[in-house]
Nanobody, 119 residues
């Protein structure tokens, strides 16, 4: 089991910045992939950014150049730095941890943190 706790969401004006944090109950070095997803009202959940244990990083096209995913092993925390925010970034943001145990894939999710971009 992995418990994930997100924080850092809020209301920000267009062009502003926010940093989301996701703290894991398990050592993140042992987790295969950690990522951030988002879900806007009436839309499907989508991948925003992910980072693998091997340091490969993947971003959604819509956030490339504006968002940065990073991690702090000492704090078991993954971050999502979001700059130049747009109204279309408004969504509930979820942290995800994907593990592979005995060839079985497990997905763990945080409770979500709301990001609202509005003037």
């Amino acid at each position: 089991q992995v418990q994930l706790v997100e924080s850092g969401g809020g209301l920000v004006q267009p062009g502003g910045s926010l940093r989301l944090s996701c703290t894991s109950s398990r050592n993140i070095f042992s987790i295969n992939v950690m990522g951030w997803y988002r879900q806007a009202p009436g839309k499907q959940r989508e991948l925003v950014a992910e980072i693998t244990r091997g340091d490969r990083i993947n971003y959604a096209e819509s956030v490339k150049g504006r968002f940065t995913i990073s991690r702090d092993f000492a704090k078991n925390t993954v971050y999502l730095q979001m700059n130049s925010l747009k109204p279309e970034d408004t969504a509930l943001y979820y942290c995800n941890a994907a593990t592979l145990e005995y060839a079985i894939k497990y997905d763990y999710w945080g409770q979500g943190t709301q990001v609202t971009v509005s003037s």
